[in-house]
């Protein structure tokens, strides 16, 4: 795997490239800022990009605003963006432009290799990984718009799938069989209308979907 990482911090920048090569994933480019990445990302076309969401000049969103332009001008590159706060604007931003290849962390998470090196896996490979903080805001605004279709089990079920869990990995967690989770799963789709097709693409759409809604 090849990646870029955009980040202006120079300590985290050295960190996570210490940490992603002790993982044998090679980091092609680091940049301080947008104008880096999107460099990077015309010269090297990675197969993902680490992008902090507030960046120089203004500390804004300039890394969200960068994040954007490069997966135009790399259709389908994937985005793994990482933040010091729960930003929700930022999230859905980013993460309902109906494409996979997408995920929101908070930047304490990298302290955590396991699950900061799963999210980099889950998402260079088409899939999602969202934060649980941002997950909780989500849901919490989520319960007053359409997404009320769905049954508090099946918003709970939802929330542990946009952070990348494996139908086996939510029946643990909620401590209920492997059968009652694929028939919430099922009730998701089809609540939200979402056509049969491969089920790893559904499982997308469906986070997607409850973004957007969001």
């Given at each position: 795997?090849?990646?870029?990482?955009?980040?202006?911090?120079?300590?985290?920048?050295?960190?996570?490239?210490?940490?992603?090569?002790?993982?044998?994933?090679?980091?092609?480019?680091?940049?301080?800022?947008?104008?880096?990445?999107?460099?990077?990302?015309?010269?090297?076309?990675?197969?993902?990009?680490?992008?902090?969401?507030?960046?120089?000049?203004?500390?804004?969103?300039?890394?969200?605003?960068?994040?954007?332009?490069?997966?135009?001008?790399?259709?389908?590159?994937?985005?793994?963006?990482?933040?010091?706060?729960?930003?929700?604007?930022?999230?859905?931003?980013?993460?309902s432009?109906g494409?996979?290849?997408?995920?929101?962390?908070?930047?304490?998470?990298?302290?955590?290799?396991?699950?900061?090196?799963?999210?980099?896996?889950?998402?260079?490979?088409?899939g999602?990984?969202?934060?649980?903080?941002?997950?909780?805001?989500?849901m919490?605004?989520?319960?007053?718009n359409?997404?009320?279709?769905?049954?508090?089990?099946?918003?709970e079920?939802?929330?542990?799938?946009?952070?990348?869990?494996?139908?086996v990995a939510?029946?643990?967690?909620?401590?209920?069989?492997?059968?009652?989770?694929?028939?919430?799963?099922?009730n998701?789709?089809?609540?939200?209308?979402?056509?049969?097709?491969?089920?790893?693409?559904?499982?997308?759409?469906?986070?997607l979907?409850?973004?957007?809604?969001?």
């Amino acid at each position: 795997m090849r990646v870029v990482i955009a980040e202006d911090s120079v300590l985290l920048r050295a960190g996570i490239q210490r940490l992603l090569a002790d993982e044998d994933i090679e980091v092609v480019a680091a940049t301080e800022d947008g104008e880096g990445l999107l460099v990077a990302v015309s010269e090297h076309r990675p197969d993902l990009a680490i992008v902090d969401v507030r960046m120089p000049p203004t500390f804004t969103d300039e890394g969200l605003r960068a994040a954007l332009k490069a997966r135009e001008q790399l259709p389908g590159l994937p985005v793994l963006v990482l933040s010091q706060y729960v930003e929700e604007r930022y999230a859905v931003e980013l993460l309902s432009g109906g494409a996979g290849g997408v995920g929101y962390l908070l930047k304490e998470r990298v302290a955590d290799v396991a699950e900061f090196v799963d999210a980099v896996q889950r998402v260079a490979s088409g899939g999602t990984c969202i934060d649980q903080e941002v997950i909780a805001q989500l849901m919490a605004r989520g319960r007053r718009n359409p997404i009320d279709v769905l049954t508090p089990r099946e918003r709970e079920v939802l929330g542990l799938m946009a952070q990348g869990l494996t139908n086996v990995a939510i029946a643990k967690s909620l401590t209920v069989s492997d059968g009652a989770v694929e028939k919430h799963v099922g009730n998701i789709f089809s609540k939200l209308g979402l056509e049969p097709s491969a089920e790893d693409h559904r499982r997308v759409r469906a986070v997607l979907t409850f973004l957007e809604r969001a």
